[in-house]
């Protein structure tokens, strides 16, 4: 059974730095594409933020994260990040992880390549 567990998110202040946690487990992780997506309160879908490949290979960012988000995984753990920083407002949404299987292209950022999603944990920025 494919479980994804995320953490970390909270409250943080502008300009701060915010690490988000997700723990895969329930498949072969080298097989398959891990992301990230966010969604506003007002929001009818997510947004891509950013994928990367199980297997140790390509990272893909959306074109407004790019330079103050990162993803990272430990394939030991099974475990993949997101670090946000600098934080900014507009940071302020429910940041989803997911997964799927990789497809034959290569990993990418459309949300229905993900099979399987996190609960979702809210990131709040103030000043």
């Known amino acids: 059974q494919v479980k994804l567990v995320e953490s970390g998110g909270g409250s943080v202040q502008v300009g701060g730095s915010v690490r988000l946690s997700c723990v895969a487990s329930?498949?072969?992780?080298?097989?398959?594409?891990m992301g990230w997506f966010r969604q506003t309160s007002t929001g009818s879908r997510r947004e891509r933020v950013a994928?990367?490949?199980?297997?140790?290979?390509?990272?893909r960012y959306a074109d407004d994260v790019k330079g103050r988000f990162t993803i990272s995984q430990d394939l030991a753990q099974s475990t993949f990040y997101l670090d946000i920083n600098p934080v900014q407002p507009t940071d302020t949404n429910m940041y989803y992880c997911?997964?799927?299987?990789?497809?034959?292209?290569?990993?990418?950022?459309?949300?229905?390549?993900?099979?399987?999603w996190g609960q979702g944990t809210q990131v709040t920025v103030s000043s």
């Open positions: 997911a997964a799927g299987p990789r497809p034959w292209g290569g990993c990418t950022l459309i949300s229905v390549a993900f099979d399987y």
């Open positions: 329930g498949y072969d992780y080298s097989r398959f594409c």
């Open positions: 994928s990367i490949d199980g297997s140790g290979g390509g990272i």
